[in-house]
């Protein structure tokens, strides 16, 4: 007699090797359910079969297993490695899953002589110097402009650097100390660099101390002018302190991240909270894929919390990264069991060669700011529970597809560009808002695009991206979108990365949309302009159903403006084109009918009526504009 497949299963156990590796379940029709590692195989597969105490989920799983597969490695760290990898591959139904945050932005200082001060997402090397992960865009930005602010550094591409004849804006408005033209030497530059590292590793006091002495040094020597400028700095860094006050009272804190799980409904979210240089940077809510409330599955949140670990530190490229960007310590909200805790620890130390700290009940500052992550994790939550259904929900989609931290939806916004022209006449370039999960209609604006060869759309592009952002270190921080649509390929986001970089904006911000045959929703390809692979997100994407949307609208609003100016610019070419009718009389219909359009609509008598317009000229202007 034929064994049932559950007698199979309990044969297949007692030959499992007390190995380290990575197991994996399947059901009678050989999708994968389940991908786990475990430190002893035979145990650990086991279990599975003799608990009586499951949690829902994991009784709902097995009873659903026909089969299994087994990987041995050489250590427990290669099965978290490899676990990591094949949950990503296979998706398994029964396995928590964060989305793969590789787009984490970084604060970068390069290797130049005069080094650059940017943002910088993607993969570090050994050439330059950077600090984070930052949880957002915008606290990358605000540590930029705090370090452009009191210590003045460049932020110009080195193809700008190199080229300068005189000081740009930002030496105008007190933002650079414009070594570009020499207006320091490469010492006095690099004392400036020092003195902002130390800053990012949390060392303000003795930067304001080295401050104070450099002050009362130029003073002494009667170079009043340079002691007012390091005064001026000290002034900037102590109201950046004062306004910061976490940072105040965390001082020799060092690097710290802290990690809070949280559960509502059905819904888990594990809570990022990054401190670096004793500065809490914010937090970032991570949710995950495979786990929402509609499916019912009961999780145990140390459960959430290790997984989370396992996939953010030794799963995904920032385990990569240079030893200084993962912090040496962890604080969490949840109490690992000791098995749990040693092999996740002891993954991370050998994959990172040093020693990674677990902290679960942390006391003084580190308290603070777990209570403040758990706190944060809860609302988040709460948001995330309340954003279902129509825009609200293309906005969230489109927020999960770049990986945005927003503490709330609304907070999204994203400006979309577009250039129409007819054969290169009355060339006009849109630009369209939407935010507050709608459209901003009082907020589109038109620009008229001048001083370059008909029909040249990258040129065009190049020029309104200018005019929009050229004011972009003064733009209120709520109106700085999240996102920039470019209408357009390669080429367009080609012009819109050079502008960024000469503005010192993030190119995180930039996504080109290229559209598919008979610009058919569904068939756009993303590019992006900070290194990442284009992306295809297809017809069923509720985020690109948004991004469609808010592309065709500014295709919309370029088109109106373009076929409005065309007109406009024919009418004056017509009245001109006419024998009679000079600057005065065109004048005079102008002023009479409130316009071009007015003009045009006018008969025969009306014109007439005009001072200096007989019936005959009235009949010619007539027929010349019919």
């Known amino acids: 007699m034929k064994n049932s497949p559950k007698e199979a299963l309990v044969k297949e156990l007692k030959r499992l090797p007390g190995l380290p590796g990575v197991y994996r379940f399947f059901d009678h029709a050989g999708h994968v359910l389940y991908v786990g590692k475990a430190r002893d195989l035979k145990k650990r597969v086991s279990s599975y079969f003799q608990r009586t105490q499951l949690s829902p989920r994991i009784?709902?799983?097995?009873?659903?297993?026909?089969?299994?597969?087994?990987?041995?490695?050489?250590?427990?760290?290669?099965?978290?490695?490899?676990?990591?990898?094949?949950?990503?591959?296979?998706?398994?139904?029964?396995?928590?899953?964060?989305?793969?945050?590789?787009?984490?932005?970084?604060?970068?200082?390069?290797?130049?002589?005069?080094?650059?001060?940017?943002?910088?997402?993607?993969?570090?090397?050994?050439?330059?110097?950077?600090?984070?992960?930052?949880?957002?865009?915008?606290?990358?930005?605000?540590?930029?402009?705090?370090?452009?602010?009191?210590?003045?550094?460049?932020?110009?591409?080195?193809?700008?650097?190199?080229?300068?004849?005189?000081?740009?804006?930002?030496?105008?408005?007190?933002?650079?100390?414009?070594?570009?033209?020499?207006?320091?030497?490469?010492?006095?530059?690099?004392?400036?660099?020092?003195?902002?590292?130390?800053?990012?590793?949390?060392?303000?006091?003795?930067?304001?101390?080295?401050?104070?002495?450099?002050?009362?040094?130029?003073?002494?020597?009667?170079?009043?002018?340079?002691?007012?400028?390091?005064?001026?700095?000290?002034?900037?860094?102590?109201?950046?302190?004062?306004?910061?006050?976490?940072?105040?009272?965390?001082?020799?804190?060092?690097?710290?991240?802290?990690?809070?799980?949280?559960?509502?409904?059905?819904?888990?979210?594990?809570?990022?909270?990054?401190?670096?240089?004793?500065?809490?940077?914010?937090?970032?809510?991570?949710?995950?894929?495979?786990?929402?409330?509609?499916?019912?599955?009961?999780?145990?949140?140390?459960?959430?919390?290790?997984?989370?670990?396992?996939?953010?530190?030794?799963?995904?490229?920032?385990?990569?990264?240079?030893?200084?960007?993962?912090?040496?310590?962890?604080?969490?909200?949840?109490?690992?069991?000791?098995e749990a805790a040693s092999a996740i620890l002891n993954g991370m130390t050998e994959r990172l060669h040093r020693k990674i700290n677990l902290l679960h009940q942390p006391q003084g500052q580190r308290r603070h700011w777990l209570a403040m992550a758990e706190g944060n994790a809860k609302i988040a939550l709460l948001r995330r529970v309340a954003e279902t259904g129509g825009q609200m929900a293309k906005a969230r989609a489109v927020a999960d597809t770049f990986n945005l931290d927003l503490e709330n939806i609304e907070q999204l916004r994203i400006e979309c560009f577009d250039i129409s022209h007819t054969s290169g006449e009355a060339t006009q370039a849109s630009c369209v808002v939407f935010a507050k999960n709608e459209m901003q209609a009082s907020e589109y604006r038109r620009f008229n695009i001048q001083g370059i060869t008909p029909g040249d759309d990258y040129a065009a592009m190049k020029q309104v991206l200018q005019r929009r952002y050229g004011n972009y270190q003064e733009i209120p921080s709520e109106r700085i979108p999240q996102i920039v649509l470019i209408d357009g390929g390669k080429g367009q986001v080609e012009m819109a990365r050079q502008v960024f970089n000469e503005f010192g904006m993030d190119l995180g911000l930039i996504v080109g949309v290229a559209k598919g045959e008979g610009r058919k929703v569904g068939l756009e390809t993303l590019i992006f302009a900070d290194g990442r692979a284009p992306l295809e997100l297809g017809r069923d994407s509720s985020a690109l159903m948004l991004i469609a949307q808010i592309r065709d609208e500014a295709h919309r609003f370029a088109i109106t403006g373009m076929r409005a100016k065309r007109a406009k610019s024919r009418i004056v070419s017509r009245l001109e084109e006419i024998e009679g009718i000079g600057a005065k009389r065109r004048q005079k219909l102008l002023a009479r009918f409130g316009g071009l359009k007015g003009v045009s609509n006018a008969s025969i008598e009306e014109l007439s009526s005009v001072e200096g317009i007989s019936l005959t000229l009235a009949e010619q202007i007539y027929r010349q504009l019919h």
């Open 59 to 338: 009784e709902r799983m097995v009873e659903k297993i026909e089969q299994f597969e087994i990987t041995v490695t050489r250590s427990e760290t290669e099965a978290l490695i490899l676990e990591n990898n094949l949950i990503k591959e296979l998706n398994p139904p029964f396995n928590i899953l964060f989305r793969d945050d590789k787009s984490y932005p970084y604060l970068l200082l390069t290797g130049h002589r005069f080094p650059r001060l940017a943002s910088y997402r993607g993969k570090t090397d050994k050439r330059n110097r950077y600090f984070g992960p930052f949880p957002n865009s915008w606290a990358v930005r605000n540590s930029v402009q705090i370090l452009q602010k009191v210590f003045r550094l460049r932020t110009c591409e080195d193809t700008v650097f190199k080229n300068r004849s005189r000081p740009c804006l930002l030496h105008q408005i007190h933002r650079c100390s414009a070594p570009c033209v020499g207006m320091l030497t490469e010492q006095q530059y690099a004392q400036d660099v020092t003195q902002a590292l130390r800053f990012l590793e949390g060392e303000h006091r003795t930067v304001l101390a080295e401050l104070e002495r450099e002050m009362q040094q130029h003073s002494d020597a009667m170079e009043f002018e340079m002691a007012a400028t390091i005064r001026d700095r000290i002034a900037d860094l102590s109201s950046v302190l004062q306004q910061q006050s976490m940072d105040t009272v965390a001082e020799g804190e060092g690097d710290v991240d802290i990690l809070a799980a949280a559960e509502l409904d059905g819904m888990v979210c594990v809570n990022l909270a990054m401190v670096r240089g004793g500065r809490h940077l914010g937090d970032r809510a991570h949710f995950p894929k495979m786990l929402r409330p509609s499916d019912h599955l009961q999780v145990d949140l140390n459960e959430v919390l290790e997984t989370f670990i396992q996939q953010h530190y030794l799963g995904s490229d920032i385990s990569s990264q240079e030893g200084s960007i993962i912090p040496p310590v962890l604080v969490v909200n949840q109490a690992f069991n000791s």
